[in-house]
């Protein structure tokens, strides 16, 4: 059986200060979890020197960096586009370098996501999850083949445990396969 994977897509523009604190944060959290996990890093133009970080973490030869470059800056939606082109994880999140949304959020939600895959409490299929800020965000594709957007007021966080509160018919969790 193939072990799940997670893919950080990291959109960066003159995070040259940010890189190294997010990689060593990032590693830490996800080489402590269970499955794998791959962290891609796409450099949207930035003027600093972003790309010389990005180079040296990727020459550390860890199998769990990738890093695309970008001409000049096309924007973050087009980096957040390019960074699903390159994913290969069955759960695929958007996550900044500046590490205002967490890594430890990240694995407990797919650890949610992973607990309720088998009981039927979530239906639909899993394409991202973001948090961001204050804000936690799933984009799930329904049933009905529409994406449904959970948002705040569907997620609850009691400093212990993380939920998703949605109608059972709402989504499913499914394994991403090809």
Request: overall charge negative.
């Amino acid at each position: 059986m193939n072990k799940m994977k997670l893919s950080l897509v990291v959109p960066c523009y003159n995070e040259e200060d940010n890189i190294w604190d997010f990689y060593h944060a990032a590693k830490h959290v996800f080489d402590a979890e269970e499955y794998e996990y791959e962290m891609i890093f796409i450099n949207d133009g930035s003027k600093d020197k972003t790309q010389e970080a990005l180079e040296s973490v990727f020459n550390l030869h860890e199998a769990c960096v990738v890093v695309e470059t970008f001409s000049r800056n096309f924007g973050k939606e087009a980096a957040i586009y390019a960074g699903f082109q390159k994913a290969t994880g069955d759960f695929i999140t958007v996550i900044d370098a500046d590490l205002q949304q967490r890594p430890e959020t990240v694995a407990r939600m797919v650890k949610i996501l992973q607990d309720n895959e088998e009981d039927g409490t979530l239906t639909g299929e899993v394409k991202f999850i973001l948090y961001k800020g204050d804000h936690y965000h799933l984009t799930v594709l329904s049933d009905w083949d529409e994406n449904v957007f959970v948002d705040t007021n569907d997620v609850w966080d009691d400093g212990d445990r993380v939920g998703i509160t949605i109608p059972p018919d709402a989504i499913r969790i499914v394994k991403i396969t090809d």
